[in-house]
């Protein structure tokens, strides 16, 4: 099962917001949780094209993807140890997608914005990897604002 298809069977948790879309006394309706929908599609359908290229071990095409400004903060050799010492190695046993996504807004530090997609897989040793992909629009496109391996929305969003 792809992001897209998780995406539009479990809708979006608009309550966890990480800033809000409108008064915090006001609920979200349907309307306003279809209209989130329609608005993420394009972000999940480019996470699915990730997650598909990270299990496919091309850390190129992955490279590629990645923010310009993010690239711009960091070392080609940062960067390379990153995708090849961490972000390769957690996908390579990839052995099948959780059911379980739950995708909010989000806003780069240099302001760009987009949605966050937490979610997991299991390895094909059985274990549940959760890994958070920030998908936002830089430029006029697309790209891979963060990804944050070994993590969950509990763990960024611990209950208060």
Same mark, same amino acid.
């Given at each position: 099962?792809?992001?897209?298809?998780?995406? /539009?069977?479990?809708?979006?948790?608009?309550?966890?917001?990480?800033? @809000?879309?409108?008064?915090?006394?006001?609920?979200?309706?349907?309307?306003?949780?279809?209209?989130?929908?329609?608005?993420?599609? @394009? +972000?999940?359908?480019?996470?699915?094209?990730?997650?598909?290229? /990270?299990?496919?071990?091309?850390?190129?095409?992955?490279?590629?993807?990645?923010?310009?400004?993010?690239?711009?903060?960091?070392?080609?050799? !940062?960067?390379?140890?990153?995708?090849?010492?961490?972000?390769?190695?957690?996908?390579?046993? +990839?052995?099948?997608?959780? @059911?379980?996504?739950?995708?909010?807004?989000?806003?780069?530090?240099?302001?760009?914005?987009?949605?966050?997609? +937490?979610?997991?897989?299991?390895?094909?040793?059985?274990?549940?990897?959760?890994?958070?992909? +920030?998908?936002?629009?830089?430029?006029?496109?697309?790209?891979?604002?963060?990804?944050?391996?070994?993590?969950?929305?509990?763990? /960024?969003?611990?209950? !208060?």
């Amino acid at each position: 099962m792809t992001l897209r298809s998780l995406f /539009l069977a479990c809708g979006l948790l608009a309550a966890a917001l990480p800033f @809000p879309v409108r008064a915090q006394d006001d609920e979200p309706t349907v309307e306003d949780d279809l209209a989130m929908q329609a608005e993420a599609r @394009p +972000y999940a359908e480019f996470a699915d094209r990730v997650v598909e290229m /990270l299990v496919a071990g091309d850390g190129k095409s992955f490279r590629e993807a990645l923010s310009p400004t993010g690239m711009a903060a960091a070392t080609p050799e !940062q960067v390379d140890a990153f995708v090849s010492g961490q972000v390769l190695p957690f996908f390579a046993d +990839y052995g099948a997608p959780v @059911p379980n996504t739950t995708i909010t807004r989000t806003k780069h530090p240099a302001g760009f914005t987009g949605f966050a997609f +937490y979610t997991s897989f299991t390895s094909t040793g059985g274990q549940a990897k959760p890994f958070v992909l +920030y998908v936002v629009e830089e430029g006029g496109k697309l790209v891979v604002g963060n990804l944050l391996v070994g993590k969950t929305f509990e763990d /960024l969003h611990p209950p !208060q």
